[in-house]
Nanobody, 121 residues
Framework: VQLQASGGGLAQAGGSLRLSCAAS????????MGWYRQVPGKQRELVAD???????NYADSVKGRVIISLDKAKNTVYLQMNQLKPEDTGIYYC????????????????WGQGTQVTVSS
């Protein structure tokens, strides 16, 4: 199983970015997919996640500005980020939790490689 993240880049405050993360492999099922942000010197923190049934969860810092969505047919999670702020800057990692695949068997969590988001003021 591999998670491939894309869509990061440089944006101005008030702008928008859309991140995508596609999970590939012989995936049978997963519990949820989500996005985490990490900045230097701090722990990786949850931005938003979504269950396979579509239940969404957001960090307080992004509520009202960010929308997470899931295309189950494509095993792809999206993060639409609007009204960007400089404090949104960081490396964004996607994660698939509780994933079962024929490739490996068992239930595991997987991380993508990270994509840089930089918001200038």
């Amino acid at each position: 199983v591999q998670l491939q993240a894309s869509g990061g880049g440089l944006a101005q405050a008030g702008g928008s970015l859309r991140l995508s993360c596609a999970a590939s492999g012989s995936i049978r099922t997963f519990n949820e997919m989500g996005w985490y942000r990490q900045v230097p010197g701090k722990q990786r923190e949850l931005v938003a996640d979504i269950t396979s049934y579509g239940s969404e969860n957001y960090a307080d810092s992004v509520k009202g500005r960010v929308i997470i969505s899931l295309d189950k047919a494509k095993n792809t999670v999206y993060l639409q980020m609007n009204q960007l702020k400089p404090e949104d800057t960081g490396i964004y990692y996607c994660k698939a939790s509780g994933l079962y695949s024929d490739d490996r068997g068992g239930i595991h969590d997987y991380w993508g490689q990270g994509t840089q988001v930089t918001v200038s003021s």
